[in-house]
């Protein structure tokens, strides 16, 4: 095995839900929409805006405040909208030093590196910004790609982009989304880490308390 995929969010990074919470409402205030309203749609919107089907950042924005009986100006959505992408940049900074480090193990010893992200566009125009970018070799974006774990589509997306079969793969996550044993249903050596959060604790595979340990896989 030489080939290394890895999820992103609370397996590179902390996944944030409390900083994601606090912007959700703040972006439902500046739209002039209830603040709760607007986060409880825009968290029950999730699995659209993972796959595109509401296009980019600002027209969603527009989409969700209207269900929340809003008509926000242009001024409003952009304000909202720099706010959400200012988010993403900050969650995409904080990779742990030792994960960066992992990375570039890998990388360094000739594994080829992609990433399969359940990732909403505007997180997804932040990549190539983040501290992790230069060490993938192929990206499986969800919201690109038009499709979200557990679907093999988006795991073969990346096989494909890296020119590698399924049984080639270590795939590591959390497990949020059934990813673990969709990534193993397609032969996938997936092993889950713990280090961001306890998302899978029922998986009964290989598991890793930080990514770092990940390199005892090689």
Same mark, same amino acid.
């Given at each position: 095995?030489?080939?290394?995929?890895?999820?992103?969010?609370?397996?590179?990074?902390?996944?944030?839900?409390?900083?994601?919470?606090?912007?959700?409402?703040?972006?439902?205030?500046?739209?002039?929409?209830?603040?709760?309203?607007?986060?409880? %749609?825009?968290?029950?919107?999730?699995?659209?805006?993972?796959?595109?089907?509401?296009?980019?950042?600002? %027209?969603?924005?527009?989409?969700?405040?209207?269900?929340?009986?809003?008509?926000?100006?242009?001024?409003?959505?952009?304000?909202?909208?720099?706010?959400?992408?200012?988010? %993403?940049?900050?969650?995409?900074?904080? %990779?742990?030093?030792?994960?960066?480090?992992?990375?570039?193990?890998?990388?360094?010893?000739?594994?080829?590196?992609?990433?399969?992200?359940? +990732?909403?566009?505007?997180?997804?125009?932040?990549?190539?910004?983040?501290?992790?970018?230069?060490?993938?070799?192929?990206?499986?974006?969800?919201?690109?790609?038009?499709?979200?774990?557990?679907?093999?589509?988006?795991?073969?997306?990346?096989?494909?982009?890296?020119?590698?079969?399924?049984?080639?793969? +270590?795939?590591?996550?959390?497990?949020?989304?059934?990813?673990?044993?969709?990534?193993?249903?397609?032969?996938?050596?997936? +092993?889950?880490?713990?280090?961001?959060?306890?998302?899978?604790?029922?998986?009964?595979?290989?598991? +890793?308390?930080?990514?770092?340990?990940?390199?005892?896989?090689?």
């Amino acid at each position: 095995m030489k080939v290394l995929l890895t999820d992103l969010f609370s397996t590179l990074i902390p996944g944030g839900d409390a900083s994601r919470d606090k912007v959700n409402a703040q972006m439902g205030t500046i739209l002039g929409v209830d603040p709760t309203a607007f986060q409880q %749609a825009f968290d029950a919107s999730s699995h659209e805006r993972f796959i595109g089907a509401y296009g980019d950042l600002p %027209a969603t924005l527009r989409l969700i405040a209207d269900r929340c009986g809003g008509t926000p100006t242009e001024a409003q959505v952009t304000k909202a909208t720099a706010l959400r992408r200012s988010l %993403a940049r900050r969650l995409l900074a904080a %990779a742990p030093a030792t994960t960066l480090d992992t990375l570039a193990t890998f990388k360094a010893a000739g594994w080829r590196i992609g990433l399969v992200s359940n +990732i909403t566009a505007e997180t997804q125009l932040q990549w190539p910004g983040s501290p992790m970018a230069k060490y993938y070799d192929a990206t499986a974006f969800s919201a690109e790609v038009g499709a979200a774990k557990p679907s093999p589509a988006i795991y073969l997306s990346a096989c494909d982009s890296l020119g590698a079969h399924p049984t080639d793969c +270590i795939f590591v996550g959390d497990g949020n989304d059934g990813e673990l044993p969709a990534a193993a249903a397609l032969g996938m050596h997936a +092993i889950r880490t713990t280090e961001h959060a306890d998302n899978a604790p029922t998986w009964t595979g290989p598991t +890793i308390t930080t990514f770092a340990e990940l390199t005892t896989f090689q």
